[in-house]
């Protein structure tokens, strides 16, 4: 590669079409179906019968389950929690390919901005929709600051930009940080492929480097999983509790 930004490019790993559809396997779908794959498979491990003694698998799923519920009801509350698969679903896939984004040749989905983006303007419609069937047309009153009427002019039209900005702020921030991460794992670890005939304590330098860097991008897909998990819970709560400006 002649850029660290190569390896970011869409590449088709075998081509097939079926009729006027074309479903060939890209090595970013590949990865989505494993992550798939590998949630049911983490999931399948805790379908078994509840033990007195539950099994490391039951432990983490429960540890899993009360950390999303206090999530769910620190922002949102009670209502919020039928909301709950949707919100598991979201924290534990992001998690999951911002982990895959820490393989230093792999390919990282997550700073991938139309994935994210398609999948941040989903979720802001229907948290949007949601807040249209639970409160119908009073639901536009979250537009309606409480303010003086000359300056609803003004403010009305700052309101629907924040709300709309929401969809772009919730992608663009997960891609730039694991964009950045990724090509900082990158840069060092092919540095140290070609410099394998350096001096030992110079290499030696390089990969406690790069481990530290890892144990610091480890923390940052934690936490931006973690991020954009609380902004849809606030976003939702907006139209589960509609609150007064």
Not at 154 to 166: A, G
Request: aromatic share 20%.
């Amino acid at each position: 590669m002649f850029s660290p930004l190569e390896q970011f490019e869409i590449v088709s790993l075998f081509n097939l079409t079926f009729g006027f559809f074309d479903i060939s396997l890209s090595n970013v779908v590949l990865p989505l179906l494993l992550v798939i794959l590998f949630t049911f498979f983490i999931l399948s491990l805790t379908w078994k019968e509840w033990l007195l003694i539950p099994t490391p698998w039951q432990v983490f799923l429960y540890f899993v389950y009360n950390f999303i519920l206090q999530i769910i009801m620190q922002q949102i509350g009670i209502k919020g929690v039928k909301y709950y698969c949707l919100i598991f679903s979201i924290f534990f896939y992001i998690l999951c390919l911002n982990l895959l984004s820490l393989l230093p040749f792999g390919i990282a989905i997550t700073s991938h901005i139309i994935i994210i983006l398609y999948l941040s303007i989903t979720l802001w419609g229907g948290i949007f929709f949601i807040g249209l069937i639970n409160y119908n047309i009073s639901f536009l009153r979250i537009f309606i600051p409480n303010c003086p009427f000359i300056l609803l002019i003004l403010l009305i039209p700052i309101e629907i930009f924040s709300y709309l900005i929401r969809m772009f702020s919730l992608a663009i921030r997960l891609v730039a940080n694991i964009l950045a991460g990724h090509t900082l794992v990158y840069i060092i670890t092919n540095f140290l492929i070609i410099r394998l005939n350096m001096r030992f304590w110079f290499y030696f330098i390089g990969v406690i480097l790069l481990f530290l860097i890892l144990i610091l991008e480890f923390g940052v897909a934690f936490s931006q999983a973690y991020i954009f998990t609380i902004l849809i819970c606030i976003y939702l709560n907006d139209s589960i509790n509609l609150s007064e400006h």
